[in-house]
Nanobody
């Protein structure tokens, strides 16, 4: 079982920046996918960004809205991921959730408790 602890959320003015952190534990994590989703009030949870393990190292995927403003990274040990968010907009206000996907015959999804990001106009 994987446990995650997220941090870094807060209140920021439009145009500002935040850096979210997610530290995971509970098993070997170097070969898992690890990233971020978000859920705004009244909306469904949506994909933000993900680091995916390959035999050549980690690759990064982004949703279109995040490509030019957000940067995801992963530590060498594989047990932490970070989301650098720049040029934040009020539309980025949401709870941001860390996600770990453990591969296998039956992939296992784990979620953090979420961290609130509020962008004021």
């Amino acid at each position: 079982q994987v446990q995650m602890v997220e941090s870094g959320g807060g209140v920021v003015q439009a145009g500002g920046s935040l850096r979210l952190s997610c530290v995971a534990s509970g098993r070997t994590l170097v070969n898992v996918d690890m990233g971020w989703y978000r859920q705004a009030p009244g909306k469904e949870r949506e994909f933000v960004a993900m680091t995916r393990w390959t035999c050549r190292g980690y690759t990064s995927d982004y949703d279109d809205f995040a490509k030019d403003r957000f940067t995801i990274s992963r530590d060498n040990a594989g047990n932490a991921t970070y989301l650098e968010m720049n040029s934040l907009e009020p539309e980025d206000t949401a709870i941001y959730y860390c996600n770990v996907l453990v591969p296998g015959p039956v992939p296992v999804d784990s979620w953090g408790q979420g961290t609130q990001v509020t962008v004021s106009s």
